[in-house]
């Protein structure tokens, strides 16, 4: 592989023409997502939340598209802020000039595993408090 080879992937996967790309890629999932939810319900599609009733922490993932292809931002935050939070920072990566994966090699594991922890433990709350089972 040439010298040319490394730069002309990372042109490709960064950068403003990369941002459109993403951006344009999840607004065709969510209008997508939003069409096939109004005209056929597939109800939940968790497994744990269809065989037990309680939510997961990453429920609510797919209405957050279904909410944002409809243009209802509010829904789609209310439905879990976590994939929200993922969502814009998958968009934005490409317009930052940190690696994220060089970055996040450099954090410490403990750290990292924290941090994924009690953003995991924060959206279950979340759910369940959304679904009712917390006050």
């Known amino acids: 592989m040439s010298a040319a080879a490394p730069r002309a992937v990372s042109a490709a996967v960064r950068g403003p023409r990369a941002a459109a790309l993403r951006l344009g890629l999840v607004a065709l999932a969510s209008v997508a997502a939003a069409w096939v939810h109004q005209n056929h319900d597939p109800g939940a599609l968790c497994p744990l939340r269809r065989l037990?009733?309680?939510p997961c922490p990453f429920c609510g993932s797919t209405t957050v598209?279904?909410?944002?292809?409809?243009g209802h931002w509010g829904g789609a935050l209310a439905a879990n802020p976590l994939t929200v939070a993922a969502a814009v920072l998958f968009l934005a990566a490409p317009l930052t000039t940190v690696d994220p994966?060089?970055?996040?090699?450099?954090?410490?594991?403990?750290?990292?595993?924290?941090?994924?922890?009690?953003?995991?433990?924060g959206s279950w709350l979340w759910?369940?408090?959304?679904?009712g089972f917390v006050g």
């Open 52 to 54: 037990t009733g309680v």
């Open 127 to 131: 759910q369940l408090r959304r679904f």
């Open 101 to 121: 994966m060089a970055a996040l090699a450099r954090t410490p594991v403990w750290l990292r595993w924290t941090a994924g922890a009690l953003m995991v433990a």
């Open 65 to 70: 598209f279904m909410e944002a292809g409809a």
